[in-house]
């Protein structure tokens, strides 16, 4: 018997708008084709990378309109020839990129992966993106290894909170960046915490007087000198974004390549140190490779919070279609983790 049609909901961005410019659709949806999976959206979240989408900021965003959403996790409803029937009922994890705040999404079932039994579907999410980046850049990137001490950028935030608790997991001390008000929330993940408005090469400085062993940035910028000179001898800078030109006006492309321009010189000088930007989505030509590469990490982190050595931060959980208020909050600066919206 064949897999009826379904109703999505989804949420457009059609350009550059404030939050309430989101516009909620409904469509009908096919079955699943040939090595596909139906989904049944149990939670999305609001990223940063939305929050640049929204402002036609991301590299390489598709042109509006378009449906955001960059991972999810979910139930499989319905599958397509050439997939394992088996996977019906099971709960998966998948890493969009756009598309995933909808009620249901069609996916390439290649690209699933099986959520462990007993992890909330919430935290589960919040552990999807944030995840596979902080595992890739503390493991694959900066190889940090057991009795090291790191420096990460806003530890409140949905990558930052993820990679304090890894680094934690794996024996590494932190000292992690934030504002005064999320300053008892640093501390409980395990971090020394450092007031962001404050002088932050002192305050590193006096936790960690001969540098420290790896730097995580998001924030680019002028501060991402000081990230630099803050590294120990044989230190590693790894930098994930530009979020100090969030809300600057222009080309949203020469941030990035400024800033690929600065790492690159940083290299070529001798300097006992090494500057890495960190591209989740590098390598993905080699489909096989990647969808190997992100199963395998997004395992690790699936292990670590069934073991209770992570946790995913959630924020708030909202409906999808309040995505207006989920997405004020989430660019707020106020809250803890990801925020979270529930189809």
């Given at each position: ?58 590299y ?23 997939v ?32 462990p ?24 990137v ?39 008000r ?31 062993d ?57 300097n ?62 106020t ?9």
């Amino acid at each position: 018997m064949s897999t009826p049609n379904v109703t999505v909901t989804e949420i457009v961005l059609p350009g550059k708008v404030e939050p309430s410019g989101l516009r909620v659709r409904q469509r009908e949806l096919p079955p699943p084709g040939r090595g596909q999976a139906l989904v049944r959206v149990e939670a999305t979240g609001v990223s940063f990378a939305e929050q640049q989408m929204r402002r036609g900021k991301y590299y390489d965003q598709p042109p509006f309109p378009f449906v955001p959403g960059y991972d999810l996790v979910g139930e499989v409803v319905a599958v397509g020839s050439g997939v394992d029937a088996a996977l019906r009922g099971r709960r998966v994890a998948a890493l969009t990129k756009t598309g995933g705040w909808r009620s249901h999404v069609l996916l390439d079932a290649a690209d699933l992966v099986p959520v462990p039994d007993g992890l909330d579907p919430a935290e589960a999410e919040t552990l999807v993106v944030n995840g596979i980046t902080a595992w890739q850049m503390l493991h694959r990137v900066a190889g940090t290894r057991r009795g090291a001490t790191i420096l990460v950028h806003g530890a409140n935030g949905g990558v930052g909170s993820t990679l304090v608790q890894l680094a934690r997991a794996a024996g590494i001390a932190v000292i992690g960046t934030a504002s005064a008000r999320n300053a008892d929330a640093v501390r409980a993940l395990g971090a020394q915490w450092v007031d962001y408005r404050g002088d932050v090469p002192a305050q590193v400085r006096a936790l960690a007087p001969n540098g420290v062993d790896a730097v995580f940035d998001h924030v680019g910028g002028p501060g991402i000198v000081d990230s630099f000179r803050l590294l120990a001898p044989g230190g590693t800078l790894v930098s994930y974004g530009t979020a100090a030109t969030r809300d600057v006006e222009g080309d949203s492309r020469l941030p990035v390549l400024k800033l690929l321009a600065r790492l690159q010189l940083w290299n070529a000088v001798p300097n006992k140190r090494r500057a890495h930007f960190f591209n989740l989505w590098a390598g993905k030509r080699d489909a096989a490779a990647f969808r190997a590469r992100i199963a395998e990490d997004l395992g690790q982190v699936f292990d670590l919070a069934v073991a209770g050595s992570l946790r995913g931060q959630v924020a708030a959980r909202l409906p999808l279609t309040e995505v207006a208020e989920a997405v004020r909050l989430a660019e707020s600066g106020t809250v803890v983790g990801k925020v979270v919206l529930e189809p």
